[in-house]
């Protein structure tokens, strides 16, 4: 990126946007590691916290949107500057959805904790989770240091949740046949791995952004679709 | 809305930019009623037609997403134009997921394809799946009408949609404790159910896009959160 231009009046409103997108991040990150920390330690005091919290989440968003609207209406930005908020608008959404499945697994803690607990999965989940909130971390500052490369990193990351989704996705289905007791919270907690991984999906895509405001172009077909369990038939099938 | 100004050059814009909203619209719709009909009916060819059909859906939104930016340096839009010029872009972004999911329920036809069949279940998801092709119909007529009513009408429907997912969730559950046989297929079925839910969520979304664009506020609350299976516990909890 250039840095060589004087601190516009443009500069400056979208700077302050962009540091709502950080906080909108932080607060997204903390969502994530409670709402997973709250289903391990089955405390639900920090799943409401977590349920709760996302309004202050979606009311970030909406603010964000607001307040692009006002500078596309008041600068009439064009080329680079105008793909800059347009990606801002986009990364907000990115942020906002993974909010909202943080809040679904928050959701989920209650009716959980009522069951008893399926081997060490929900310490599983937890790393799963770990992972993500690492690729949000790193992605968001891909961002604002306007570094492609960290982005490709992230991108790329994706991989290994997927992974440890699938492993998840067949551990749940023994699970399952092994005692039908462990049918409904397996529901639950396989629930809660694709919302995991979807949560991956969304950073990715913040990672495109990223890679395409700086190089200009979508990263080629690097996006590694490595959830392959819509062609799972084992085990028992 | 108000119609009484000349149509000027970024009405024009605007409306080119529409007609590829309702051609996406048009493809999308196919691909739900083709992807619950391809699973019910365990046609792979017409599944594998779904799955190769989203690359069309992608490139309109990338369209979309381009042509929308060259409007926005152009034109220079403010106030409700510039409302609507943003708001295409979220409905072509719910668009495209709603195809997302699609293909994904269609690449599950394969692997189900050689199970044996759950009950009626398939019936059962092109059942629902029918109901949110018709608010999808409906919400995108309310859109190009600026409908208001319509669009509200629409995000009630999400309801019913919910009901029907509960009402599956339930009966998974109960087929998997019945007989582990049905475990692997359920836990497909399930996620297709659920797909067919969000893609419910992604038109009451677009439903609520319309309603502020016509209103300038958005629906309050309206917005039924009828999904209830986070906290379901029975059966056999």
Not at 99 to 105: H, M, Q, V
Not at 121 to 143: C, I, P, Q
């Amino acid at each position: 990126m250039t840095d060589q231009h004087i601190a516009s009046a443009f500069d400056r409103d979208l700077e302050a946007i962009q540091a709502r997108i950080m906080k909108m991040g932080g607060l997204v990150e903390a969502a994530i590691r409670n709402a997973a920390l709250s289903l391990e330690t089955r405390d639900e005091e920090l799943a409401e916290q977590v349920r709760a919290g996302d309004k202050a989440i979606d009311g970030l968003e909406e603010l964000i949107n607001e307040e692009t609207a006002r500078l596309i209406a008041l600068r009439a930005p064009t080329a680079v500057d105008l793909r800059l908020v347009l990606s801002v608008l986009k990364i907000s959404n990115n942020l906002e959805r993974i909010g909202d499945y943080a809040k679904n697994i928050a959701k989920r803690t209650g009716v959980l904790s009522q069951m008893s607990a399926v081997s060490d999965s929900a310490a599983a989940l937890r790393r799963m989770a770990r992972e993500v909130e690492l690729m949000l971390k790193n992605v968001l500052d891909a961002y604002i240091q306007r570094d492609a490369e960290l982005a490709n990193d992230v991108i790329l990351q994706d991989r290994e949740v997927d992974q440890m989704y699938n492993a998840l996705f067949r551990e749940f289905l023994t699970f399952m046949m092994e005692d039908p007791r462990n049918i409904t919270p397996c529901m639950h907690l396989h629930f809660i791995a694709k919302n995991i991984e979807r949560m991956g999906d969304h950073a990715t895509s913040i990672g495109e952004q990223v890679v395409y405001l700086v190089t200009g172009d979508y990263p080629e077909e690097a996006r590694p679709k490595a959830d392959t369990t819509s062609e799972t038939a084992i085990p028992g099938k």
